[in-house]
T-cell receptor, first 113, second 114 residues
Framework: DAKTTQPPSMDCAEGRAANLPCNHS???????VYWYRQIHSQGPQYIIH???NNETNEMASLIITEDRKSSTLILPHATLRDTAVYYC??????????????FGGGTRLMVKP | GAVVSQHPSRVICKSGTSVKIECRSL??????MFWYRQFPKQSLMLMAT?????????EQGVEKDKFLINHASLTLSTLTVTSAHPEDSSFYIC??????????FGPGTRLLVL
């Protein structure tokens, strides 16, 4: 799986948009970009994933650059409950059992009042 | 949808005893489940891949005889930590692979070995 690079920490004001960047310059054509977050002492929570088109769901938006070498996760209106470690992971898609997730250091997002 | 549960949520045991952790996919079937371990202030590390009806695949450095994995049904995988020692104290997290390829995680089990 391609390696990803994320800033170790970020702050965001409550109510403002949180934009979390991720670099994945060695991503392959069949690899998806997945985002998970882990709130303290809990299991990771799936947020969103995409291949090359921008994606949006009830939690967040995912913007992938045209060359697919980087992406940005956007939380449109961050709340205090969004404080967590956010992981950007690239891996081959589909239900193949070999498609495990490799977690890096992630970005620790602190949402402040 | 896509809910994964773990039981127990936390367990304290004496050194030398065995502990079993259950991982269930509540609203979907999962032929593959994964077991991770997370030490304080560190990221998740994959321990093994659990396949329904077959032997688990362990990551390098993970002792298969110490961490017994059984995936007896499409909704249940168990991890047994045998002869637990204080260094096995950790946060154990399972995930289940959905049909679309997305992994859904359980809430984790915190193990403390005294």
């Amino acid at each position: 799986d391609a390696k990803t690079t994320q800033p170790p920490s970020m702050d965001c004001a409550e109510g403002r948009a949180a934009n979390l960047p991720c670099n994945h310059s060695t991503i392959s054509g069949n690899e998806y970009v997945y985002w998970y977050r882990q709130i303290h002492s809990q299991g990771p929570q799936y947020i969103i994933h995409g291949l090359k088109n921008n994606e949006t769901n009830e939690m967040a938006s995912l913007i992938i650059t045209e060359d697919r070498k980087s992406s940005t996760l956007i939380l449109p209106h961050a709340t205090l409950r969004d404080t967590a470690v956010y992981y950007c992971i690239v891996r081959v898609g589909g239900g193949n059992a070999g498609n495990m997730l490799t977690f890096g250091g992630g970005t620790r997002l602190m949402v402040k009042p | 949808g896509a809910v994964v549960s773990q039981h127990p949520s936390r367990v304290i045991c004496k050194s030398g005893t065995s502990v079993k952790i259950e991982c269930r996919s509540l609203d979907f079937q999962a032929t593959t489940m994964f077991w991770y371990r997370q030490f304080p202030k560190q990221s998740l590390m994959l321990m093994a891949t659990s396949n329904e009806g077959s032997k688990a695949t362990y990551e390098q450095g993970v002792e298969k005889d110490k961490f017994l994995i059984n995936h007896a049904s499409l909704t249940l995988s168990t991890l047994t930590v045998t002869s637990a020692h204080p260094e096995d104290s950790s946060f154990y997290i399972c995930s289940a692979l959905g049909q679309t390829g997305t992994q859904y995680f359980g809430p984790g089990t915190r193990l403390l070995v005294l």
